[in-house]
């Protein structure tokens, strides 16, 4: 839904948008749209990014250092 009053660019650029019709809305001077068919579930679903997984695994990493960084030392005292 575009509530009026409607902004031109945005009204044509999603009427120009594929997968969405005009919708009737409540009030005349809103300008509506609905997606017209279900989206196929393999174009949500992308290619494997290694480089993410690759970023994720070494964010792991940092967080066990950061936390093994944080944990205060124990001093022992010797006796003399």
Same mark, same amino acid.
């Given at each position: ?9 945005? $009204?044509? /650029?999603?009427? $120009?948008?594929?997968g969405l019709?005009? $919708?009737?809305? *409540? =009030?005349?001077?809103?300008? #509506?749209?609905?997606? /017209?068919?279900? &989206?196929? &579930?393999?174009a949500? =679903?992308? &290619? ?7 970023? %994720?695994? %070494?964010? #792991?990493? #940092? ?8 944990? &205060?030392?124990? *001093?022992?005292r010797?006796?003399?």
């Amino acid at each position: 839904m575009l509530p009026s009053p409607a902004d031109g660019n945005v $009204a044509s /650029a999603l009427d $120009a948008t594929g997968g969405l019709v005009q $919708a009737s809305a *409540e =009030d005349r001077s809103t300008r #509506a749209w609905k997606v /017209a068919r279900q &989206p196929d &579930p393999t174009a949500v =679903d992308g &290619p494997r990014s290694w480089l993410r997984i690759g970023l %994720l695994v %070494l964010q #792991a990493v #940092a967080i066990v250092v950061v936390a093994v960084l944080c944990v &205060p030392t124990s *001093e022992r005292r010797r006796r003399r």
